[in-house]
C-alpha cells in the first residue's frame, strides 16, 4: 500500500492506494497532526511520497524514514512526462504532479489542469505529453484577504460558496460578487484562449475550491478533488519501478 501525502500551503492531504487505486483520503492541519494519527499501525503501508510547496519538512520526513521508504517529490524526481519547464528548479511539486496526473488519465491528448487552491495554478501537457508550464493567479480567499490588507475600510471577508448574485447591493456584497464571478470570468476566460490553440482541448479541475468552480464555469469539464494525489502515486509507482 502506498501513502501519499502532499503539504500545501494551508493543508496536508493524504491518501492511501492500493493497485492504483484510492483506498483511503484524510486532510490535516498539520505534519504533527499526520504523525499522531498513527497511519503506519492501522494501515500495511510500504512505501511513501511526500510533495511540499512549504520548508522546513526534514524532521517530518525523518519520522517518515523510521517506518517505511519515503521519496520526497522535487523537481529532479524522474516523473512520465517529458518537462519542458524552463525554469524546473523553480516549478512547485504540486503543480508537477497535477500535471502527470492529467496526462495518465488522457493521454496523447491536449490537457489542461486548474488546480483551484491557495493559488489557481493552470498547468498545460500536449499531446505529446510533454508539460509545458501554464499560469499562477490568487485563489479565491487570497483575494478576499488581499482587499481588505491593502485597503483602509474594507472588511475581511469568509467565501460564501452560495452567493451567487451580479450586483452586490452592499459593500460586503459587492466584494463577494467582485471575487467569485472575477475568479470564475478569469477561469473561463484562460480555458477559452487555450482552445483558441488547441480546439481538442481537455481541461481537468482539482483542488480546494475545485467544487466551487465545478458549477460556475461555462466550460466543460472534468471535476477530480484527488487528481494530485493520484499523480503522486504515479510517480512513485514510477520510481519504484524504475528501481527494479
Not at 7 to 24: C, D, M, Q, W, Y
Not at 92 to 105: F, H, I, T
Not at 118 to 125: A, Q
Amino acid at each position: 500500500m502506498n501513502l501519499i501525502i502532499d503539504i500545501g500551503n494551508t493543508r496536508v492531504k493524504a491518501a492511501l492506494f492500493s493497485n492504483n487505486e484510492l483506498e483511503h483520503s484524510f486532510i490535516f492541519d498539520s505534519t504533527e497532526e499526520v504523525l499522531r494519527f498513527n497511519l503506519f499501525t492501522q494501515y500495511p503501508i510500504n512505501n511513501c511520497i511526500v510533495a511540499a510547496v512549504v520548508n522546513e519538512i526534514d524532521t517530518f520526513i525523518e519520522a517518515l524514514k523510521k517506518k517505511t521508504y519515503v521519496l520526497l517529490f522535487t523537481n529532479s524526481t524522474p516523473i512520465p512526462i517529458k518537462n519542458q519547464y524552463q525554469s524546473a528548479q523553480t516549478l512547485g511539486s504540486d503543480r508537477l504532479a497535477a500535471a502527470v496526473a492529467g496526462n495518465v488519465k488522457f493521454e496523447n491528448k491536449n490537457t489542461l489542469i486548474i488546480d483551484a487552491g491557495t493559488c489557481i495554478k493552470y498547468n498545460f501537457v500536449n499531446s505529446s505529453n510533454q508539460y509545458l508550464g501554464g499560469a499562477i493567479s490568487p485563489g479565491l480567499k487570497m483575494r478576499l484577504k488581499a482587499i481588505h490588507a491593502f485597503t483602509s475600510r474594507l472588511p475581511l471577508l469568509e467565501l460564501d460558496e452560495n452567493f451567487d448574485s451580479l450586483i452586490g447591493t452592499t459593500t460586503n456584497e459587492s466584494i463577494l460578487s467582485g471575487v467569485a464571478l472575477g475568479a470564475v470570468a478569469e477561469v473561463d476566460g484562460i480555458i477559452d484562449r487555450y482552445r483558441l490553440i488547441y480546439e481538442d482541448l481537455t481541461v481537468v479541475i482539482t483542488g480546494g475550491d475545485f467544487n466551487f468552480f465545478a458549477k460556475r464555469l461555462k466550460n466543460s469539464i472534468f471535476a477530480d478533488q484527488f487528481l494530485i494525489l493520484y499523480g503522486l502515486n504515479v510517480i512513485l509507482d514510477y520510481n519504484i519501478n524504475a528501481k527494479t
